[in-house]
């Protein structure tokens, strides 16, 4: 589940709040993904958040972040802002 961070130094509204992306892909995948949905281009800037404020490692899997941060209804929650 992704959705914008309350702190999103005005960065639009996704389209999307679910993404199905391979376990086994890098979380930089979801943001290259984020980026195309928000017409963003690369040299804007783009920080993806886990639920407790803790900016996420671009270089993880989806699987390994699953594992670690599965919220209660079964989803990985992310957050994304332009702000650190």
């Known amino acids: 589940m992704v959705q914008r961070h309350a702190?999103?130094?005005?960065?639009a509204q996704?389209?999307?709040?679910?993404?199905?992306?391979?376990?086994?892909?890098k979380a930089r995948e979801l943001a290259a993904a984020l980026r195309d949905?928000?017409?963003?281009?690369?040299?804007?800037?783009l920080y993806l958040y886990l639920t407790d404020d803790a900016?996420?490692?671009?270089e993880l899997t989806l699987s390994e972040l699953d594992a670690a941060h599965t919220a209660a209804d079964g989803f990985l929650h992310i957050c994304y802002s332009s702000l650190e």
């Not at 949905?37 to 800037?45: E, N, Q, W, Y």
């Not at 900016?55 to 671009?58: A, H, N, Q």
């Open 14 to 25: 996704s389209p999307k709040s679910k993404y199905l992306i391979r376990g086994a892909s």
């Open 37 to 45: 949905d928000l017409k963003l281009g690369a040299a804007a800037v």
């Open 7 to 11: 702190r999103s130094g005005g960065i």
């Open 55 to 58: 900016v996420l490692d671009l």
